[in-house]
């Protein structure tokens, strides 16, 4: 909760940038009972904005609206924002509000400085939020940039068509924003953009009159790989693995030789037979006669939607094992919790 004597308390990253501090000012300006946290970067990167060797401008606040800004030492883009684990696990309950200002977009900067920057900087902010257990909104600042080459209307859930960037600058920060739209599953299920995102998902499954996507490259096809339901991946590297090996070689529509689409079975939706499932969660629970334990990630959307008032095809009585800080592909968040779980359940149950 916020700390006491304040309504609210905000993470706002990215100072001393301009941005940034028109942000920290307008709310504590207008905020009278806000607290805000912000990180000063010990060793700022060439790309920010403020130069190493340029004092930070100041905040324009009176001393007493001054003394409502905390400065900790961190870095937006470092694992647990670079803070110590006590800071860490202070801001995660007092802080209410998240605004990410820390973001590179200048032409000159190098991909793998942009990259570090925008992308992996959304990636840990994304935890942080995740950590927070009272956050009730993340404000991630982006620029129409990320729509590339494109004009007309481009929707968020529709960023990554495979346009041209002006820059690498320009192509991480869509890739953050596609990384923070993932990671908060979109936008409530009930909603016109919810059934927009499913009816355009749909229309991307591969069925026997409609043919796979073909994508030029190897890169162009990865960067469209999503978990279902989605998700940002606890490990990177897994679903990099993952999906490498879910592609193959494939002739372009054009005749211009191969490109890349995923491997999937044009029938799969013909040959998947739901209704047996159906008819368990209409009926109530199964009766099952054989041991059954149910393995799931502590953060998975899916086990959140089942509650006490709405049906669900698991028995009452079975045995629930969840893996702790991780959403619904355990295997890609916490690999090794999920092997630990499995051997310790293996060498006692059934019993």
Not at 3 to 23: E, F, I, K, N, Q
Not at 190 to 200: L, T
Not at 234 to 247: E, P, Q, T, W, Y
Request: hydrophobic share 40%; charged share 25%; net charge neutral.
């Amino acid at each position: 909760m916020p700390r006491p004597g304040y309504d609210s308390v905000l993470l706002v990253t990215g100072y001393p940038s301009l941005p940034a501090r028109r942000m920290i000012e307008q709310i504590i300006t207008t905020e009278p009972r806000s607290l805000v946290y912000t990180l000063k970067t010990p060793e700022p990167p060439e790309a920010l904005e403020t130069p190493l060797d340029a004092p930070a401008p100041e905040l324009s606040l009176s001393a007493e609206q001054r003394a409502r800004v905390v400065f900790l030492e961190g870095t937006p883009h470092a694992m647990d924002l670079g803070l110590s684990g006590a800071e860490f696990r202070q801001l995660a309950r007092e802080v209410d509000r998240v605004h990410h200002l820390a973001h590179v977009g200048s032409s000159a900067v190098d991909r793998r400085t942009a990259h570090t920057i925008n992308v992996v900087g959304a990636a840990e902010i994304l935890e942080f939020s995740r950590a927070a257990s009272h956050l009730k909104c993340l404000v991630f600042h982006s620029t129409a940039h990320v729509s590339g080459d494109r004009t007309g209307v481009v929707y968020e859930e529709d960023l990554d068509r495979g346009q041209s960037f002006r820059s690498d600058a320009d192509e991480t920060r869509m890739r953050a924003a596609v990384l923070v739209d993932t990671g908060f599953g979109g936008p409530p299920p009930n909603s016109p953009e919810a059934k927009r995102m499913m009816e355009q998902q749909v229309r991307n499954i591969p069925t026997g009159d409609r043919a796979a996507r073909v994508y030029p490259t190897e890169e162009a096809a990865l960067a469209r790989f999503r978990f279902m339901p989605p998700q940002v991946a606890g490990n990177l590297f897994i679903a990099d693995f993952i999906a490498r090996r879910s592609l193959k070689r494939a002739p372009l529509p054009d005749g211009g030789g191969e490109g890349w689409t995923w491997r999937f079975d044009p029938a799969m939706w013909n040959k998947l037979d739901r209704t047996v499932m159906m008819g368990m969660t209409a009926e109530g629970p199964p009766k099952v006669t054989v041991p059954l334990v149910h393995i799931y990630g502590d953060r998975s959307v899916v086990k959140s939607r089942i509650s006490d008032d709405r049906p669900s095809p698991l028995p009452r009585d079975m045995l629930e094992i969840a893996i702790p800080d991780s959403a619904h592909h355990i295997m890609v968040d916490q690999p090794l919790a999920l092997i630990a779980a499995l051997r310790g359940l293996l060498a006692r149950w059934p019993g």
